[in-house]
């Protein structure tokens, strides 16, 4: 497995977070837009070319899981970070509101079938994390997968989250490198955004006016987040909680911390064995 880079913005191996103390906002000393721009795009180039050599070596592979509140910014974390990206090489998967198919089986079936091939990098725009966020602020949502929350409902989540910490380290164990993002957002920025949604004509088709009803749920979805990260932050499948007030530092920390991952795994083109190498001569006069 591969080790974990080290960043501010991971989150302890020990069980104990407090999003609270989380910030949401850039440290006071990160760069300004323009110098992040530039470093994004320099992150950018470097993606480009460790991910050709993950491609080719084709042993390995990397997953990237987001999850946020609306309006935090996963899609264009997404679309900027990967943008360079060969698509051969990489598959984003966005996941909805289950269908009947994935409500019949068990709730890791959907995304365990998408996890990446050997060689691709693998984008989860939300997750099976959704089974214990959304569907722990709203446990009448267990009625379509047949289920019902126990008595012990403490008991209940915790067996799902252990679940989830031993799917992620079996995940690991062959040959797949788990990152997973929490892009931050305080309750004041979001506002912002979904005002800004309502007042610009070409982002109202972003706007759900459920989304009102969820962020009404604040404190229930961050008492759900910060049980979530706190249970499954495991060194093979560590989360970052990435400040997401200000896009472009939070994009920049993304793609380092994917970047540094990438550089960590090393993948390599792969070489000729000896016998092919010595016929290379033969080749090129076969051609000319």
Not at 269 to 282: F, H, I, K, N, V
Request: positive net charge; hydrophobic residues 40%.
């Amino acid at each position: 497995m591969t080790q974990p880079v080290q960043s501010p913005f991971r989150v302890s191996f020990d069980g104990a977070l407090s999003l609270a103390h989380c910030h949401t906002t850039p440290p006071p000393d990160a760069p300004g837009s323009k110098a992040l721009k530039r470093e994004l795009a320099a992150h950018v180039d470097s993606l480009e070319d460790l991910q050709r050599r993950l491609y080719a070596e084709g042993t390995r592979s990397l997953l990237c899981i987001f999850q946020a509140m609306d309006a935090a910014g996963k899609d264009s974390t997404i679309r900027a970070v990967f943008t360079g990206v060969n698509p051969a090489g990489c598959h984003v998967t966005s996941f909805k509101r289950p269908s009947s198919e994935e409500l019949a089986h068990d709730f890791l079936w959907r995304t365990h079938r998408a996890l990446p091939a050997r060689g691709h990098i693998g984008v989860h725009n939300r997750s099976h994390y959704e089974e214990v966020l959304v569907v722990r602020v709203h446990p009448e949502l267990l009625r379509h997968q047949g289920l019902a929350l126990p008595d012990d409902a403490q008991g209940f989540w915790d067996q799902r989250l252990a679940s989830i910490r031993e799917h992620e380290r079996h995940v690991a164990a062959n040959g797949t490198t788990v990152l997973k993002f929490f892009l931050h957002v305080s309750l004041d920025e979001q506002r912002r955004r979904f005002l800004d949604r309502l007042d610009t004509p070409r982002k109202r088709w972003k706007f759900n006016p459920g989304d009102l009803d969820e962020r009404a749920l604040w404190p229930d979805y961050q008492a759900a987040y910060q049980h979530a990260l706190a249970a499954t932050s495991r060194p093979w499948a560590p989360w970052f909680v990435i400040p997401a007030d200000h896009k472009p530092f939070m994009r920049c920390a993304v793609a380092d911390i994917i970047r540094r991952t990438l550089v960590a795994m090393d993948p390599r083109y792969p070489s000729l064995d000896p016998q092919d190498t010595a016929r290379l001569g033969e080749w090129r006069a076969a051609l000319a």
